[in-house]
């Protein structure tokens, strides 16, 4: 059974960092693109960042670009995402994705306040 | 404001179809596949159609999928309470992706 389980979220000011994780299990996650979804409080679905499997091609959307980091560790079967200079903005729920978007974890919640 | 345009809302009774429609340009529906998601209360995000038109195992025919140049659709047939939640649209956008803003369905 494919599981992405999130942690990391929290409350943080503005401007402060946080270090989301996602843990994968139940496919061969080496073999993979990755994606980061995020929803903020009552609104719709944003895409914020995209990794490959072997870590070589790397995407963001332009709200993030410059304070985010999408990496993995294929050894461990995980995935990251670094938030730097975080904004009111950045307060949603975020969503570790499975390639195709077929899975999609439970979420993990930021607030910036 | 979305790339892809989404009607706010939607709604029907039990057993009728329910249409929604998302609408994008060249740069994404017009050369990509189009997926579609149900986001029930309080819980995440579920595909329930891939590469346009194909349904993952375990979802329902009561779910279809089409695409026509640069717009696309979801047809819900024999309508039912559980179904009642959010649906969004996606596809890539050249170097991004992109989601519709979401649909309501209502099911009166």
């Known amino acids: 059974e494919v599981q992405l389980v999130e942690s990391g979220g929290g409350l943080v000011q503005p401007g402060g960092s946080l270090r989301l994780s996602c843990a994968a299990s139940?496919?061969?996650?080496?073999?993979?693109?990755m994606t980061w979804v995020r929803q903020a409080p009552g609104a719709g679905l944003e895409w914020i960042s995209y990794?490959?499997?072997?870590?070589?091609?790397?995407l963001y959307a332009d709200s993030v670009r410059g304070r985010f980091t999408i990496s993995r560790d294929n050894a461990e079967n995980s995935l990251s995402l670094q938030m730097n200079s975080l904004r009111v903005e950045d307060t949603a729920v975020y969503y570790c994705?499975?390639?195709?978007?077929?899975?999609w974890g439970q979420g993990t919640v930021v607030t910036v306040s | 404001q979305s790339v892809l345009t989404q009607p706010p809302s939607a709604s029907g009774t039990p057993g009728q179809s329910v249409t929604i429609s998302c609408s994008g340009s060249?740069?994404?529906?017009?050369?990509?596949?189009v997926y579609w998601f149900q986001q029930l209360p309080g819980t995440a995000p579920k595909l329930l159609i891939y590469?346009?038109?194909q349904r993952p195992s375990g979802v329902p025919d009561r779910f279809s999928g089409s695409k026509s140049v640069t717009s696309a659709s979801l047809a819900i047939s024999g309508l039912r309470s559980d179904d009642e939640g959010y649906y969004f649209c996606?596809?890539?956008?050249?170097?991004?992706?992109?989601f519709g803003a979401g649909t309501k369905v209502s099911v009166l």
């Open positions: 994705v499975k390639s195709g978007f077929d899975y």
């Open positions: 139940g496919f061969a996650f080496s073999t993979y693109s």
């Open positions: 990794i490959n499997s072997g870590s070589t091609s790397i």
């Open positions: 060249s740069s994404n529906i017009g050369r990509n596949h």
């Open positions: 590469r346009s038109d």
């Open positions: 996606g596809a890539w956008d050249d170097n991004l992706y992109v």
